[in-house]
């Protein structure tokens, strides 16, 4: 074996990063609402697509999204996994669901939590609701929501929840 050819020696050192996020107009306008205990999407004024969380412009028409649109805590899950491995530092222990959730009147979705079923029992299009810290807790943050749980009403056709063009 050459020189080049073995292994490199590496060692692992713990290090520790402090950060300080600054959030854009859009998403400040989101978090204020959130703190609030309300969900908005902002909408493209060209296709249409309501964004939540909002990023300020459409990643597809690359337009500003100013138009804000007040969204409900109900929705879909478009799509989940079973975390089956604990994360260090994560006071949820496995297994337990992540899930992308498509709120009622938005077009993408974001990660949360999904808990109050049997892992078996989750699917996806099955309708769910967000369940709320109570509202001495909450702050600038979607973590304002606990977790989402099913709700008794009929899924979601998976079909219907494609992208559709304005």
């Not at 950060?19 to 859009?26: D, I, K, L, M, Q």
């Not at 459409?58 to 089956?84: M, Q, W």
Request: with cysteine; proline share 9%.
């Amino acid at each position: 074996m050459s020189t080049e050819e073995k292994p490199k020696d590496y060692s692992e050192s713990p290090i520790h990063l402090e950060y300080f996020y600054t959030a854009g107009s859009a998403t400040t306008r989101f978090l204020n609402q959130v703190k609030e205990g309300k969900l908005v999407g902002q909408a493209c004024p060209k296709c249409k697509a309501v964004y939540v969380p909002p990023r300020g412009s459409c990643p597809r028409c690359g337009v500003a999204t100013n138009i804000e649109v007040p969204l409900t805590d109900k929705g879909c899950i478009e799509s989940f996994t079973v975390v089956h491995i604990p994360i260090p530092g994560n006071p949820i222990v496995p297994p337990y669901v992540c899930a992308m959730i498509r709120l009622d009147g938005s077009n993408i979705s974001f990660l949360h939590l999904i808990q109050g079923v049997d892992i078996q029992e989750i699917r996806i299009g099955m309708r769910i609701q967000a369940v709320w810290k109570p509202k001495e807790e909450w702050t600038h943050s979607l973590e304002n929501i606990k977790w989402f749980a099913p709700i008794d009403e009929p899924d979601i056709d998976v079909a219907t929840l494609r992208f559709k063009e304005s």
